[in-house]
T-cell receptor, first 113, second 112 residues
C-alpha cells in the first residue's frame, strides 16, 4: 500500500547545482507534508514542511513545492553541498486522522565535488 | 538544541525473549511515537501516545507490543516475545503543538 512514493531511488548532483527530489502521494486526505534527511546509523532529521493550504515554503537553501491537483511535491536544494549527501524521505499526514507520518521509500542524494 | 535520545543503540536478543527499548523525548513535547524500519524498507508507524494513552496504533502493533511513560521523562516500547521478523531499527519521535516530529537516533534490534 504505497500511499507515498518516491520514484527515484537515487540522484547524483554536482556541488553548487540544484537538487530536485520528487514525491507523489495517492491519499487525497493527506494535508500536511514533511521532508526528512537521514544519514546512515542516525534517525531522520526534520528539514522542512508544508501545509496543503500553501503551494510553497522556503527555508534557507531548501524550498518545498506542493501541487495538490497533481498530488505531487518536490524539495529543491540550492546550492547543493557535499554535506547534503544523505537519504531524503518525504512524509505525509492526514491531520484529521491523527498525527502519524506515512513515509516514502526515500531518495539517496549524492552531491559530488 | 534539545534532542530525542534512545537507549540502547544496539540490542541483540534471542527469539522469544522480552525487550524494552527506551527513549527520552524532548522535554516540553506532548506527543510521542514509535516507528520502525526493517532493513531495505520504508519507515513504518507503530504507535502514537498522548495524554498517557495510546492515541493511534498500526496493524503491526499487536498484543506483543506495549508502550509506557513510566515517569515524566522516559517513553518505552516493550516487545513481549520477540520474533525474527521484529529485527529492525526502532525510532522514537516526539512532537509539540505543531505537526513536525523529531526523531531519536534509533535502536537497532537484532533477534537471533
Amino acid at each position: 500500500d504505497q500511499q507515498v512514493k518516491q520514484n527515484s531511488p537515487s540522484l547524483s548532483v554536482q556541488e553548487g547545482r540544484i537538487s530536485i527530489l520528487n514525491c507523489d502521494y495517492t491519499n487525497s486526505m493527506f494535508d500536511y507534508f514533511l521532508w526528512y534527511k537521514k544519514y546512515p546509523a542516525e534517525g531522520p532529521t526534520f528539514l522542512i514542511s508544508i501545509s496543503s493550504i500553501k503551494d510553497k515554503n522556503e527555508d534557507g537553501r531548501f524550498t518545498v513545492f506542493l501541487n495538490k491537483s497533481a498530488k505531487h511535491l518536490s524539495l529543491h536544494i540550492v546550492p547543493s553541498q557535499p554535506g547534503d549527501s544523505a537519504v531524503y524521505f518525504c512524509a505525509a499526514i492526514d491531520t484529521g486522522g491523527g498525527n502519524k507520518l506515512t513515509f516514502g521509500t526515500g531518495t539517496q542524494l549524492k552531491v559530488e565535488l | 538544541e534539545p534532542e530525542v535520545t534512545q537507549t540502547p543503540s544496539h540490542q541483540v536478543t534471542q527469539m522469544g525473549q522480552e525487550v524494552i527499548l527506551r527513549c527520552v523525548p524532548i522535554s516540553n513535547h506532548l506527543y510521542f511515537y514509535w516507528y520502525r524500519q526493517i532493513l531495505g524498507q520504508k519507515v513504518e508507524f507503530l504507535v502514537s501516545f498522548y495524554n498517557n494513552e495510546i492515541s493511534e496504533k498500526s496493524e503491526i502493533f499487536d498484543d506483543q507490543f506495549s508502550v509506557e511513560r513510566p515517569d515524566g521523562s522516559n517513553f518505552t516500547l516493550k516487545i513481549r516475545s520477540t520474533k525474527l521478523e521484529d529485527s529492525a531499527m526502532y525510532f522514537c519521535a516526539s512532537g509539540g503543538h505543531t505537526y513536525e516530529q523529531y526523531f531519536g537516533p534509533g535502536t537497532r534490534l537484532t533477534v537471533t
